[in-house]
C-alpha cells in the first residue's frame, strides 16, 4: 500500500510563504506522477499543480508565477512551494501519486490526509 504523509502547512500572513512536503511510502513499483490539490470551504476540490516523472508541471492559472512545484524522486517526495500567498490560498492542501504498485498492477490514485494553509492578517 502507499502511504502519504504532507507538512508544511499553517497559518500566515498575506504575501507570506509556505513550502509544504509530502512523503510517498510503501509498496510503490513506480509513479506516474504527483501532485497538489486543495479544497476550499464551500468549494469544489481544485487541481493546484503536478508534476510527471519526466519532469512536466502544470499549475492552476491562480498560483502560476506564486507556486512552484518539484519532486526529489529517489525519496518519493514532492515539494510545493507557496510565495506572495493570498487569503483565497486558504484551503486544506492534499498531495497525490498516480502510482503502480506492481509491475503488471493497474494505476492509481492515492491521496493523503491533507494539511491546512490559512492566510489571514
Known amino acids: 500500500q502507499v502511504q502519504l504523509v504532507e507538512s508544511g502547512g499553517g497559518l500566515v500572513q498575506p504575501g507570506g510563504s509556505l513550502r509544504l512536503s509530502c512523503a510517498a511510502s510503501?509498496?510503490?513499483?513506480?509513479?506516474?506522477?504527483m501532485g497538489w490539490y486543495r479544497r476550499a470551504p464551500g468549494k469544489e476540490r481544485e487541481l493546484v499543480a503536478t508534476?510527471?516523472?519526466?519532469?512536466?508541471?502544470n499549475y492552476a492559472d491562480s498560483v502560476k508565477g506564486r507556486f512552484t512545484i518539484s519532486r526529489d524522486a529517489a525519496k518519493n517526495t514532492v515539494y510545493l512551494q507557496m510565495n506572495s500567498l493570498k487569503p483565497e490560498d486558504t484551503a486544506v492542501y492534499h498531495c497525490?501519486?498516480?502510482?503502480?504498485?506492481?509491475?503488471?498492477?493497474?494505476?492509481?490514485?492515492?491521496w493523503g490526509q491533507g494539511t491546512q494553509v490559512t492566510v489571514s492578517s
Open positions: 508534476i510527471t516523472s519526466d519532469a512536466n508541471t
Open positions: 497525490n501519486t498516480r502510482a503502480r504498485l506492481r509491475r503488471f498492477g493497474q494505476v492509481d490514485t492515492y
Open positions: 510503501g509498496s510503490i513499483f513506480s509513479i506516474n506522477a
